[in-house]
């Protein structure tokens, strides 16, 4: 399974960015996808996940209210909106996937991750 993430950049607070995350290597639409963050220094850490219908999601609560997260699986892409954007978001994003079909928020619940992309947010 392989991951691509993309969309990154930087961005003033208060703005917004899409992340797209596009996967190959086995029948996206049936698992589950994560979004996770990685700022200098700390550790990762897990933002939102969706259920492999894209339904069910959950977040951090850091993200409530800023964050969504969607998928189009006939395009086998996950998606990860962010408006109102902190700098404090400011970190590493990384998309992932297990073997669970619905949202999960341990790492210890992913198997594949993506190369991240860095998303800067200037004050």
Not at 20 to 28: E, I
Request: charged residues 15%.
């Amino acid at each position: 399974v392989q991951l691509q993430a993309s969309g990154g950049g930087l961005v003033q607070a208060g703005g917004s960015l899409r992340l797209s995350c596009t996967a190959s290597g086995r029948t996206f639409s049936r698992y589950g996808m994560g979004w996770f963050r990685q700022a200098p220094g700390q550790e990762r850490e897990f933002v939102i996940s969706a259920s492999w219908s894209g339904v069910t999601t959950d977040s951090a609560d850091s993200v409530k209210g800023r964050f969504t997260i969607s998928r189009d699986n006939a395009k086998n892409t996950v998606y990860l909106q962010m408006n109102n954007l902190k700098p404090e978001d400011t970190a590493v994003y990384y998309c992932a996937t297990g073997d669970s079909a619905w949202p999960r928020r341990h790492l210890n619940e992913y198997v594949y991750w993506g190369q991240g992309t860095q998303v800067t947010v200037s004050s």
